[in-house]
């Protein structure tokens, strides 16, 4: 157990539909970070937020929004739904901000995979 | 932009032969971590090198951190059907650095290793 909690583990919906996905960082951790697994790819950087604060953004599409909470927690929300943003969406925390600490080590939560049928 | 890059992409291999995954990059990186994925899973973090040319050990698995911190190596002795999974690279940046304040992933091998 990673101590990051990923909420719901799966999720399917409808095309142009929207959900929120939910990720509680492990306990003393502030930097969170969102990413995108499809079907036999890597890790694709969406976004980091450190203490409530967007700190580096990947190629996230428009479409897609997140924010960090002051409990630390942080939702990525995705609206307009299209087939092809069927993926495992995975968050990652940590205690520090990498370029800014040496604690940047990341735990992972066990991933929403979403379905947009 | 940093960049890692990983090979081989692909490895499938007998029980009890050995491998050495790369993770090579022209950039600086302040530490590298190696995660491993297993499928539906999220990665999990094997190991973390920080000091150029230090050498760590997981029971079978050798990780090294090259001398000028701009690449890595992970060995496995002996692997076993166990070790099957994605296993991903990553940089953190130099604490200097501005251009950037997230790890950067590489792309991953996928080793399977058949009984």
């Known amino acids: 157990d990673s101590g990051v909690t990923q909420t719901p583990k799966h999720l399917i919906t409808a095309t142009g539909q929207r959900v929120t996905l939910r990720c509680s960082p492990r306990?003393?951790?502030?930097?969170v970070y969102w990413y995108q697994q499809s079907l036999d790819q890597g890790l694709q950087f969406l976004i980091q937020?450190?203490?409530?604060?967007?700190?580096a953004k990947g190629n996230i599409l428009e479409r897609f929004s997140a924010q960090q909470f002051p409990d630390l927690h942080s939702e990525l929300n995705l609206s307009s739904l299209e087939l092809g943003d069927s993926a495992l969406y995975f968050c990652?925390?940590?205690?520090?901000?990498?370029?800014?600490?040496?604690?940047?080590?990341?735990?992972f939560g066990q991933g929403t995979r979403l379905t947009v049928v | 932009t940093q960049l890692l890059e990983q090979s081989p992409q692909f490895l499938s291999i007998q029980e009890g032969e050995n491998l050495t995954v790369y993770c090579n990059s022209s950039?600086?990186?302040?530490?590298l971590q190696w995660y491993r994925q297993e499928p539906g899973e999220g990665p999990v973090l094997l190991v973390t090198?920080?000091?150029?040319?230090e050498v760590k050990k997981l029971k079978r698995l050798t990780f090294q951190f090259g001398d000028a911190r701009k690449d890595s190596s992970l060995h496995i002795t002996a692997a076993q059907p166990g070790d099957t999974g994605l296993y991903l690279c990553?940089?953190?940046?130099?604490?200097?650095?501005?251009?950037?304040?997230?790890?950067?992933f590489g792309e991953g091998t996928q080793l399977t290793v058949n009984p």
């Open positions: 090198v920080v000091t150029g040319g």
């Open positions: 937020y450190y203490n409530g604060e967007e700190r």
């Open positions: 990553a940089g953190a940046p130099l604490v200097t650095t501005t251009s950037g304040s997230r790890l950067t």
């Open positions: 306990s003393g951790d502030l930097s």
């Open positions: 990652a925390s940590s205690v520090g901000v990498p370029g800014l600490s040496q604690d940047t080590e990341a735990f």
């Open positions: 950039s600086v990186f302040s530490s």
